[in-house]
């Protein structure tokens, strides 16, 4: 099995690890797109059953193609990275080729995390601001990136999140973090969002390693693979 090395690198591994990445960040891009188009249009009715059937047809396409689930699959494969480039590529919030991830984007400089991310119309919760449940979900990435600064990786023992303002969409938000304690396996951070340099959101985060380290997550158990969203077709 390949090394499971650098589960938190981000900036550094910007670029692709092979070609098959770069093209699936391109199709994500595209579904990203695709996205923001369907929730900010009205074409007709039956433009739209074309376009659910044309985009049926793809997914079926795609499906056909040999399938891994799971990043640990992915990287047993030895031919798609290490844990950190998988993850690059398929975290939910900041993978180039998840679509589901705005993405987030996150670097450290000195004692501080830095990260920038951008949410475009379809994270809409208040008229004309990023869901609060996103904001949260944002933090969890960032956070959970920045207590790389401690080097004792873990998993969120609680996120406490503040909204002092809504966050803007369609507006480049800046993120900062630093820890504030360390105390054996516990790492003790604050986190802010900022839009236009006004402090819309923060939080107080604690991160556990766990009692085994991280590499102990592999052994759980896995969960089922076969995913058969419903379809508009069958009249979900
Ligand atoms: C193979 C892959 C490897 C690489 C993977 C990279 C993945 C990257 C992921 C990045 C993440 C992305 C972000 C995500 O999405 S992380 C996903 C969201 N988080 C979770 O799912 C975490 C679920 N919880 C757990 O797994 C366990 O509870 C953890 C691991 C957190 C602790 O379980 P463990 O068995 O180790 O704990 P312990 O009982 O020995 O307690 C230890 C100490 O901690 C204190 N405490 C415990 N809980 C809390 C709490 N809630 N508030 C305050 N304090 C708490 C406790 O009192 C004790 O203190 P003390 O008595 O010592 O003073």
């Keep these: 099995m390949t090394e499971l090395k650098n ?22 891009a595209a579904v990203r ?12 009715t039956s433009k739209m059953h074309d376009i659910a059937e044309q985009l049926e047809n793809t997914a079926s396409d795609f499906a056909s193609s040999p399938r891994v689930y799971g990043r640990l699959d992915w990287i047993e494969s030895g031919q798609h990275g290490s844990f950190g480039q998988v993850s690059h ?19 450290i400089e000195g004692d501080m995390a830095i990260g920038r991310c951008f949410c475009g119309w379809a994270y809409e919760g208040p008229p004309g601001s990023v ?18 600064l401690g080097k004792r990786p873990g998993m969120t023992g609680y996120l406490n999140v503040s909204y002092h303002h809504r966050t803007p969409l369609t507006t480049d938000l800046h993120l900062e973090a630093r820890i504030t304690k360390q105390e054996g396996r516990k790492t003790f951070m604050e986190g ?5 340099d006004e402090l819309t959101a923060s939080c107080e985060a604690l991160f556990i390693e766990p009692r085994k380290g991280m590499y102990a997550l592999k052994q759980q158990a896995r969960p089922e693979e076969v995913f058969s969203p419903p379809t508009a077709r069958s009249g979900a």
């Design 89 to 107: 590529e398929l975290n939910p919030l900041a993978g180039y080729s998840n679509p589901l991830a705005p993405p987030v984007t996150t670097r």
């Design 131 to 148: 869901h609060g449940g996103y904001v949260a979900a944002i933090f969890d990435q960032f956070m959970g990136f920045a207590q790389k």
């Design 192 to 196: 802010k969002m900022f839009a236009h």
């Design 7 to 28: 589960p938190f690198a981000s900036e550094e591994i910007t670029a692709p690890f092979n070609e098959e990445w770069q093209a699936k960040r391109r199709v994500a």
């Design 33 to 44: 797109l695709l996205t923001e188009v369907l929730v900010t249009s009205s074409p007709d």
